[in-house]
C-alpha cells in the first residue's frame, strides 16, 4: 500500500449525500435501464447464488446539462449511499507521474472507505482522464499513456460502484471503455419529457395542457438545463420585475430573458431563440402565468412513479 492511502476522500472531489438528490426527467429507456441496474443491486445475493455479480460500473453519456451529474447522485440516493463527485482538476497534476499517482490514491481511499461505509464514485468529465492513449512520443503523451493504464488497471480491480459521465463518447480509450459493463446515452430530451421538465421548474405556477405543450416545442433541441435556466429566470422576472418598475407584459419579460439566457451554439438553436418573444408559443400561453394549483386541467407537476422515491439501503431489499 502507497503513501497515498491516507489521504482522505474529499481531497478528490465533493461528496453528495442521498437526502439532496432530485431525480431527472429522462425518456422511458433510461429509466429502464436504470430500475434494471437498481433491481440487480438489490438480488445481488440471488445472482451470486447462480455465479454472477450486479454489474457495478456505467458510462453516462450525452451532451452538456442532459441529467448525467443528477441521475447519478439520484442513483447513489436509491442505494442509501452518498456519492463522490471526483474533480478532474484535483486529480490531472502538472509533473510526469503525478496524475497516475492521483489516480491510484483515488482508488486506495476508495477502497478502503468501500470496506467500511461504500460510496458511489463519480467521475465526471471522464473523457479528460480517459482520452484515448496515442503512439507514445512526447512527454506529455508518455505521461499520458502512463495514466489511462494506470486508470485501466484500477477500473478492474475496484470493487465498488463506479460511473462515469461524459459529453465525448468517441474520445474514451477503447481498452478503458470495454471495462464499464453499461452505457447508458442520455440524450436531449422528447416532447413528452419537455412538458414535464417545463411543469416541474415552472411550479408553483403551472400552464393548461396546450399551452405546455406548445412551449415545449419551442424548447425543441434544448437541454434540460437551459430549460430549467429559462424557467427560473421567468419566475425571477415575476419576483422582481414589478420591484424594479419593468415592464411586465409577456412580450418584454421574454425579451429580457432571451435576450441574457442563450444555448450553448454547438446544440443547435430551439425554436424560441430564432423567432424570439414573438413565437407563437407565448402567445397561446395565459399570462401572468397562473399557479399550478389553480388550473382545472393540470395534475401534480411532480409525477414520479409511486414507489420510486423509495431508497432503499444498501444491500437491502425493494419493500
Ligand atoms: N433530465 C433532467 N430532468 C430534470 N432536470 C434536469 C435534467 N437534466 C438536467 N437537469 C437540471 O439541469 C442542471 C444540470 O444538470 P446536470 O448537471 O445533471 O447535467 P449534466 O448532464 O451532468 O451536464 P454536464 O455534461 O455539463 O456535466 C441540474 O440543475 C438539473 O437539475
Ligand atoms: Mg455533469
Known amino acids: 500500500m502507497s503513501r497515498h492511502s491516507k489521504r482522505d476522500l474529499s481531497e478528490f472531489g465533493d461528496l453528495f449525500m442521498p437526502d439532496q438528490a432530485d431525480e431527472p426527467i429522462l425518456p422511458p429507456p433510461v429509466r429502464a435501464a436504470l430500475l434494471e441496474w437498481l433491481t440487480e443491486i438489490w438480488a445481488d445475493k440471488e445472482l451470486l447464488a447462480v455465479g454472477i455479480k450486479p454489474r457495478r460500473r456505467a458510462m453516462f453519456e450525452g451532451p452538456p446539462g442532459t441529467g448525467k451529474t443528477t441521475l447519478a447522485h439520484h ?52 473523457d479528460t482522464l480517459a482520452s484515448d492513449r496515442r503512439k507514445a512520443g512526447q512527454a506529455a503523451d508518455n505521461d499520458r499513456n502512463e495514466y489511462v493504464g494506470t486508470l485501466l488497471q484500477r477500473l478492474e480491480q475496484y470493487e465498488g460502484f463506479l460511473i462515469a459521465a461524459t459529453n465525448h463518447a468517441d474520445w474514451i480509450d477503447q481498452a478503458i471503455w470495454r471495462r464499464f459493463d453499461m452505457h447508458i446515452t442520455v440524450d436531449l430530451p422528447g416532447q413528452e419529457e419537455r412538458e414535464r421538465i417545463l411543469a416541474r421548474y415552472l411550479s408553483p405556477f403551472g400552464l393548461p395542457a396546450l399551452a405546455l405543450a406548445r412551449l415545449a416545442e419551442a424548447f425543441s433541441s434544448a437541454s434540460p438545463a ?20 419593468s415592464d411586465m407584459g409577456r412580450e418584454a419579460v ?5 435576450t441574457s439566457v442563450h444555448p450553448h451554439p ?18 397561446v400561453m395565459p399570462w401572468p402565468l397562473p399557479l399550478a394549483a389553480d388550473l382545472p386541467d393540470v395534475e401534480a407537476a411532480e ?3 409511486a414507489g420510486q422515491d423509495v431508497v432503499v439501503p444498501f444491500g437491502g431489499r425493494r419493500p
Open 226 to 245: 437551459l430549460m430549467k435556466t429559462v424557467c427560473e429566470n421567468i419566475k425571477r422576472q415575476i419576483v422582481i420585475g414589478p420591484r424594479l418598475g
Open 266 to 283: 454547438d446544440l443547435g438553436t430551439p425554436r424560441l431563440w430564432s423567432l424570439g418573444a414573438k413565437d407563437p408559443a407565448l402567445t
Open 75 to 126: 442513483m447513489a440516493a436509491r442505494l442509501g449511499l452518498p456519492m463522490l463527485a471526483v474533480r478532474p482538476d484535483r486529480m490531472i497534476g502538472k509533473y510526469m507521474g503525478e496524475t497516475s499517482q492521483t489516480i491510484g490514491a483515488l482508488f486506495e481511499a476508495a477502497r478502503a472507505q468501500f470496506d467500511g461505509s461504500p460510496i458511489v464514485l463519480f467521475m465526471d468529465e471522464f
Open 254 to 258: 421574454f425579451a429580457r430573458i432571451l
Open 303 to 305: 409525477d414520479d412513479a
